[in-house]
């Protein structure tokens, strides 16, 4: 198609076009639509270069459509991600912050597909913080920093059952501690303040009370043993859910 024969998109009527494609991005994650289609992707995206690239406003267009892809991800945490947790507590809110941190991700993906040509050339431009970076600062304020305590218990609960004999689902912490590594980016700090160093807290506590019934009730040789058994428990954890650079410390 010529250059002339462009249909010129203004704002509006792009962005409500936009918007049932983000509609239906949602239902997806929400289980209640199944896929898009090559076809529908191709619109969504050829919408954003065409309102980008082929209007006078070009540079308020793509300011416009970074701020809309902002709010669209603060909508959709505040008014479906932190419903499904709030009430939520204790495993429960574990499995619940694995599933949308999950499809979170999924979001972010798509959207950053969506919205490339702003990421190429008007983000690159002016210095913004990309797509992605802009979805993981968004979970990390909104649902991260407001329920690390509560989760935080709620793994320690379930390690310290571990230790008594239960059987727990080792792949869940993998997954929400893998959720407190991504959150920083690549950076330890989330994964170090927030969780490992309850959790090594938490870890003396414990066992000064075990060593504490031990020493009183075991020979020499029996408290050795069960000190053995104790460490060789606590690297196996390490191997299955914590970070590895946790072991030394633990």
Not at 165 to 171: A, S
Not at 193 to 199: C, P, T
């Amino acid at each position: 198609m010529a250059m002339s024969e462009v249909k010129i998109i203004e704002f509006e009527e792009g962005w409500d076009f936009l918007q049932m494609g983000i509609t239906k991005l949602k239902k997806i994650l929400e289980g209640e639509e199944l896929y898009f289609s090559s076809q529908e992707y191709m619109m969504i995206y050829t919408t954003i270069f065409n309102m980008c690239t082929q209007n006078k406003r070009r540079n308020d267009y793509s300011q416009h459509l970074y701020d809309k892809y902002r709010q669209t991800i603060v909508d959709y945490i505040n008014y479906t991600v932190m419903p499904s947790l709030r009430e939520k507590h204790d495993e429960f809110i574990l499995r619940e912050i694995v599933k949308r941190w999950a499809n979170h991700k999924i979001m972010i993906r798509w959207l950053s597909r969506f919205f490339h040509y702003l990421e190429r050339y008007f983000i690159a431009r002016w210095s913004l913080p990309g797509l992605d970076e802009v979805g993981l600062m968004f979970f990390r304020d909104l649902v991260y920093e407001k329920l690390k305590g509560k989760a935080r218990d709620a793994v320690i609960v379930l390690i310290e059952q571990e230790r008594e004999g239960e059987q727990i689902d080792r792949g869940l912490l993998k997954n929400v501690f893998d959720i407190f590594v991504g959150i920083g980016m690549g950076n330890m700090e989330y994964y170090e303040n927030d969780f490992e160093d309850a959790i090594l807290k938490h870890t003396a506590a414990y066992y000064s009370r075990k060593a504490s019934s031990w020493i009183v009730e075991d020979s020499c040789p029996d408290y050795m043993l069960k000190a053995e058994a104790c460490l060789k428990k606590e690297k196996d954890s390490v191997s299955h859910y914590l970070h590895v650079v946790s072991e030394t410390k633990l």
